[in-house]
């Protein structure tokens, strides 16, 4: 049996952190689908969901199937169980990561007990990057190369552009 899991998160845009866990969970799981939640009615993304899952399937063109992106609206535990997935795996970076997480992990648990939390610890070189934090730098003019995959970096500074005019 194929051992699925999910990872969900908003991935506006996917960032190389997001990459690292991806490359972590392929080594316990078959497949991750890398499902990018949305809320229609709370979205203040910079990016629809097309286009970020556009993006993560850019970024892991080269592993075939064992990665898949995907869209979502709805509760997370109910997407996990109609993908027969067995696990949601979130990353985390710092212990400020903790509560957020053990209340989501709780509350998922509470819906669906049989669908397990992983949690897998990002490489220290990219604790510090998060989607919100590389956007405010892009948008200030910083300089965020290395910190999303290179054609994503390409989106991001276009849409910086487009933002501004
Ligand atoms: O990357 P993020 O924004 O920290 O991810 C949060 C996410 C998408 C995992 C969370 O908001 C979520 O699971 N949304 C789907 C709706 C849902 O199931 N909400 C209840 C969570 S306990």
Known sequence: MKRIAVYPGSFDPITNGHVDIIHRSLLVFDEVIVAVAFNPDKDSAWFTPDERVAMI??????????????????????YAAAKGATAIVRGLRAVADFEYEFQMTSMNRHLKPQVETIFMVAGESHFYISSRLVKEVASLGGNVAGLLPDQVLARLLARVRERRS
Do not use: K, Y
């Open 57 to 78: 399937r850019e970024a892991f063109a080269s592993e075939g199937n064992r990665v898949r992106a995907d869209a979502f609206t709805g509760l997370l535990v109910d």
